[in-house]
Structures are given as C-alpha cells and as structure tokens.
C-alpha cells in the first residue's frame, strides 16, 4: 500500500498567539486558499500512485472563533449522511457565500483516480459542528464519518464531541481513524486494537513523536500521522511532522518541520494479525 500524507502549512487563520480578528469575507478568502493547496496536494498525491492520502486535521477550519464576527457553525453548510452530493447555491440565510463543494472536491479526486481519502474537515450535522474525518473509497462515496471523541483546549466551545470509534475495512486491511488529542489516551489506540486494526491513521496539529511510536509498539500496529506546520514557527521540541510508524515502534519516513511535504510511504502488508495479538494477549505479571 502506498500512503500519502499531506502536511499543510497553515496560513494566519491558524496563528493562535496573534491577536489579528477577520471579517466574515477575509475568513472565506484564507480558507478558500488553503482549501486550493490541500487539494492541489491530494490530486499530486493520486497522480502519483496513493492508495490512501490523508490530510491534517480540521483542513477547513475558519480561524480561531474569539476572532471571527459570526457563529462559527454558521460558516459550514449543513452535511448530513444523506447530504454526500452539494451546490455552489448561495445560502440566502446569510450575506456571503459560504463553501458547499469542499467534500465534492474530494470525492471528485478519489472516483477520478482511483484513489482513497481521508480528510480532517470541520463538519455540520443536524444543526451541530463536529471536529470529523471524512473517507472516500475508490468510486468517490463516503464509506466513513468520523467525529472526534476527545476534544482538547477550547474546542468545546465550537465543536460537539464523538460518542465512537470507527474502523474501516479495506482492500489492504482493517484501518481505524483517530484524531490529534484522541492519541492522547492509550485507551484510543487500544480499543482500535481490539476490534482488529492493522492501521490508525491521525489528522493532527498536535503530533508528538513520543506517543506515535508507543502506541504503535503497545498495540503491535501500524500508526500513521498527517501533521500541520504552525502558522508562526517550525515544528520543534516534543512535537514532530508527518510520520509513519511501524508495529514495532520505528518510525519508517517523516517529513519536514519547516515546510509543507506530501509524506509517502510503501507498506508490502499493513496486516500485523501477530503482532498486535501478542501485544494484546500479554498479560501483567
């Protein structure tokens, strides 16, 4: 399996220590600018052979919401399961044209080559914003959603909180789906063992090396995470680009700190049926 992830380098409405607040319009502009690079990278990604491209977390997020003039939810259109296909129709609720065709992009990008997606998007269900990651199989329909489960900081505050962990059966194995602050908690790794995942795959902005290669070691399985670049520093001190981590704890490629990267890595097999149940049957003594 050929995976690819995508790290970004986030433009200012990611500068959290900035005290920089946006009209509604510049919020749409930068986030429409990043959207352009995540796709421009994912496509790049799938001409290049992916099987499975991830992207960082939250890749439409819309600044921080102290600084932005409207509800936050107000910024997303409502996407229910059902509500896989979207237009580019004004919202007449509001005065601006708020983004309809960010997951359509997605599912344009993996039916026309074939390819897997798994992206971190902010996403609105029945009136409620979810931190989620989205999956796209290779015909471009959603075959997963995902929301967060352990919110960190203040995200509370914007985002309503996952009740499940989800896994997803492919062509290649079982892979489950974590997102940055989920990793936090042996228990997230452990659980996604159990059910038989042979890869958990992390949109994060938080990556820090030193749970990525314990989680994979603890549960005998491979760890994958698309990390961000800050918008006002490198990537430094316990934290770490994009990597990819094998069952036994070595990492096998990361990226750059300093710069947007797309992250390839070739797994011959990602299943480790023996090496996850050794790790899980192996009792306290």
Known sequence: MKLALIQTKQNELYNFPGTRTFDTEEVLQLRSEYMEEVFRMTEEAAKEGADLIVTTEVVNYSGHFSKIKV??????QEMGQAQEETSNEKNN???Y??????????????????????AGLARKENGKLYNSTVFWGRDGRIKDVYHKIHLAGDESEIFTPGQMLHTIDTEFGKIGTAICWDMQFPETARNLAKTGTDLIVCPTWGWEWIYGPARAYENGIFVAAAMAVPYWMPIEDLRRPSMVVSPDGKILTEGPTDKAAIVYCEINDIHCKQSREFRLNTSLR
């Open 71 to 76: 509800p936050y939810a107000d910024l997303y």
């Open 93 to 95: 609720k509001f005065d």
């Open 97 to 118: 044209d708020v983004p309809t065709n960010e997951e359509t992009r997605f599912a344009e990008i993996a039916s026309r080559y074939g390819v897997m997606i798994l």
